[in-house]
T-cell receptor
Framework: DTGVSQNPRHKITKRGQNVTFRCDPISEHNRLYWYRQTLGQGPEFLTYFQNEAQLEKSRLLSDRFSAERPKGSFSTLEIQRTEQGDSAMYLC????????????FGSGTRLTVV | SQQGEEDPQALSIQEGENATMNCSYKTSINNLQWYRQNSGRGLVHLILIRSNEREKHSGRLRVTLDTSKKSSSLLITASRAADTASYFCATAFYGGATNKLIFGTGTLLAVQP
């Protein structure tokens, strides 16, 4: 069990560019979640996967955001045409389901849009 | 959107003292969880309490849950400088297509050595 891995740790991009983040969950966890966190706030839910199926998306996830989890393994979160308001920490978490288990979070990717 | 609110927003105590944080939420839940976050890092799961439980212990942590008041509290006993972090409560409701944690706004705990 090597934990949840997120890459990159930091990303600085110019407004209008596209960015992609990767999350490698714990291998036996079938649920994978993406959250966004801004300074001084709690994490806000973006989307989650059960294996490869994306089951729920927040209204926060505009059409510039897309997430995938091919073959139910790692996941990617892409933001197209980034805006300064996209600057935040993007957190990935996984857990086993079914069962009332806690989430295991990665260290996050901090995005800065300049 | 945030489901819960933690109280206080910030708390400063001396090492060895107890720290109590409260969380209120709005909707029905299946369970409530507490997480710790050190500055700029990911969240670490501390403890989970189910909706049919009233109290749970884990080491120096004690969590209570009052579903009639839609509130929970986290008590950290004999605090240490290493407990300095932000603490978040998160509620889980599993219904239909919904299966996610909703986080509160957090309490920033500072333990002075």
């Amino acid at each position: 069990d090597t934990g949840v891995s997120q890459n990159p740790r930091h990303k600085i991009t110019k407004r209008g560019q596209n960015v992609t983040f990767r999350c490698d969950p714990i291998s036996e966890h079938n649920r994978l979640y993406w959250y966004r966190q801004t300074l001084g706030q709690g994490p806000e839910f973006l989307t989650y996967f059960q294996n490869e199926a994306q089951l729920e998306k927040s209204r926060l996830l505009s059409d510039r955001f897309s997430a995938e989890r091919p073959k139910g393994s790692f996941s990617t979160l892409e933001i197209q045409r980034t805006e300064q308001g996209d600057s935040a920490m993007y957190l990935c978490a996984s857990r086993r389901d079914p069962g009332p288990y806690g989430y295991t979070f990665g260290s996050g990717t901090r995005l800065t849009v300049v | 959107s945030q489901q819960g609110e933690e109280d206080p927003q910030a708390l400063s105590i001396q090492e060895g003292e107890n720290a109590t944080m409260n969380c209120s939420y709005k909707t029905s839940i299946n369970n409530l969880q507490w997480y710790r976050q050190n500055s700029g890092r990911g969240l670490v799961h501390l403890i989970l309490i189910r909706s049919n439980e009233r109290e749970k212990h884990s080491g120096r942590l004690r969590v209570t849950l009052d579903t009639s008041k839609k509130s929970s509290s986290l008590l950290i006993t004999a605090s240490r400088a290493a407990d300095t972090a932000s603490y978040f409560c998160a509620t889980a409701f599993y219904g239909g297509a919904t299966n996610k944690l909703i986080f509160g706004t957090g309490t920033l705990l500072a333990v002075q050595p």
